[in-house]
């Protein structure tokens, strides 16, 4: 067999020493970091005199959520009637389902009920299946397409659907929009932000010219949150801040020391000439993929240690010309997407002060 | 709002129109088809005079598991301990981990308490760590590299390794291998096939000629299954032949007409030209992105409609020219792979005769 390992190549934070009595896979969250990051997150948006509301699809925990609440957030973003469900189960009474929600028989059953015990409000961006809405008597916020041209309507189309929302009884608390186009490389991070409040800054002129009141004028991803948060926009939705993650790095928006969260993992096998092989495949890296990346994570401290192939349970890592790790040791991996990595476990093993302190449950895992 | 809705570009089996009242993103499984690809598969290895091990990766399901065994299966193959746990404690008693299990003081407690239950038998490729398998005291396949390069050792180095587990006190069943370059496309699978027989044969003669008992010759993927079941192979181990999915479809192992599960989305909006979006995103269609195939999954019966981009709860859509669903429109999605995409659920939706039949849960998901 073939025992090439040796030391770390390059001095990394102490909580990436993964701590050894880990069954791996495992995914990894340090208390210390995350409390950092959220703090940090609400003294920006409060200092430029926003409202933090942020997107709990990256954790799913209502530990953490409740983390967010107390630095200041104002309420949850989630992604379905799913996630929704949980948090309002867990006593999170505001939440924004920031997706155009297509209101079927159960989903019209699945919101009434909702209504009934929080605040909670849907995105729309068609007038298909208004009035079903509107029979619920929920809110609505009309999304924007910034320019990502996935959901959401042009900013010049906000009237023709906030006369539809009006026609149908439906109450409109206002806008939002996601600059997805900002994950195409750094230098897209800024030109996003601006679409953000461009997109944010016409449909709110444009709907008040109208008469149609403005409440809420929502924008702002983790790359974005800070740019964006001027103008009109009032709102800021951030969601991957709390851990971060390889695109992040890769996007410049933070540097490794900000990285609260990894997937703990075991080199099993090392027989092939500079690779090596950890027990992180698919099902604990998850397969994202962004071309700004090579491969699906990195290793920190192990100079050039690239995952650059994933099978269900194998990552296959490029071995560093120094010197990798050997068989039997843990290693800590930055994936690419936590928010993904995050939906396939269920629970973070949490540490504090380079101790074990527990476990969380992913509480809206799969949902 | 742009409604290009139109009928279906092509006729597919029924299977494929989505029962209206579910839920979505769901993982619907089609009972009929399910039962005969595990019949086909159990008859065409009986044939062949070879046992069949069933990855149990795959469906991660003990109804499912029962309906192989059912079938004729002699065992399962499973990939992690934890799903070893799971059959085990589902009452499957034949169990093998296809995966160099490193024996940490927390597996070797897990194996011992299996070993006391079942018979557990692990994979190994290296001597390290091989005393602490021995002190549990379950039998072992060495793991034989026919390829793909990724974890086992090269077929002429067995019989050290099986003098190494021999000094060790350590059961040598057999050997096993993985074609996993199968996978590079139709015009691989073959050469795969053969490789797999190669290195089984050139490891079972040496051992033989060392005077080392092989009992179990294990190879076969759902690619290479009927092609490797010859000279010494005795045993197969396919997994996802029991729903088959896109990336088989394009290697040519099967036909539409054999996919037994899909993802069941609705069209929620459409408002960018050439496209619209469903509401399976990379949290339920998984982000595997094989070179092979275009995209992240297609729609049958909707011509070139396939599945361009994924974010976590939106994928887009490539539009058909001739129309495509409307919003609120339900559709099938045949994944590129199912065996990352059952990893995401919580349940299948079963369906037979084209009616709900009910739910299985993903018992071992996440394990």
Not at 248 to 268: I, K, N, P, S
Request: proline fraction near 5%; charge should be negative; include cysteine.
């Amino acid at each position: 067999v073939r025992l090439t390992g040796g030391d770390r190549n390059t001095p990394v934070p102490a909580r990436f020493e993964v701590v050894p009595q880990i069954d791996t896979p495992a995914l990894v969250v340090d208390l210390d970091q995350l409390q950092r990051n959220i703090d940090s997150m609400a003294d920006a948006t409060r200092a430029a005199g926003i409202a933090l509301r942020p997107h709990a699809k990256t954790h799913k925990s209502s530990d953490i959520a409740r983390l967010q609440l107390a630095a200041g957030a104002v309420g949850l973003t989630v992604a379905t009637l799913g996630e929704a469900e949980i948090f309002a189960k867990a006593g999170f009474d505001d939440l924004f389902v920031a997706y155009p929600v297509w209101p079927s028989r159960s989903a019209v059953a699945r919101l009434h009920a909702l209504s009934e015990r929080v605040r909670i409000r849907v995105g729309v961006d068609s007038d298909a299946g208004l009035s079903k809405l509107a029979d619920v008597g929920v809110a609505v916020l009309i999304e924007l397409d910034c320019g990502q041209h996935r959901s959401g309507i042009p900013p010049h189309d906000v009237v023709r659907l906030g006369r539809a929302c009006e026609r149908a009884g439906l109450e409109v608390s206002g806008v939002f929009t996601h600059a997805g186009h900002s994950y195409a490389g750094p230098e897209a991070v800024a030109r996003a932000a601006r679409d953000e409040v461009e997109a944010v800054a016409a449909a709110v002129c444009a709907l008040e010219r109208a008469g149609l009141e403005v409440t809420v004028a929502s924008a702002g991803s983790t790359p974005t949150a800070l740019l964006s948060a001027t103008g009109p926009v009032n709102e800021s939705r951030p969601g991957t801040y709390v851990f971060n993650d390889r695109q992040q790095l890769a996007l410049g928006v933070c540097e490794l020391d900000r990285v609260a969260a990894y997937v703990a993992a075991t080199v099993v096998s090392n027989n092939v000439d500079g690779r090596f092989v950890i027990d992180a495949g698919s099902k604990a890296l998850a397969g994202d993929h962004p071309p700004l990346l090579e491969g699906f994570g990195s290793l920190p401290g192990w100079d050039d240690a690239v995952v650059t192939a994933l099978s269900e349970h194998h990552g296959t890592v490029r071995e560093p010309a120094s010197g990798g790790p050997r068989v039997g040791d843990t290693v800590a991996v930055v994936p690419n997407h936590i928010c993904t990595v995050v939906n396939l476990f269920d629970r973070f093993v949490v540490v504090g002060g380079g101790e074990l302190a527990g476990t969380w449950p992913v509480t809206a895992r799969g949902r």
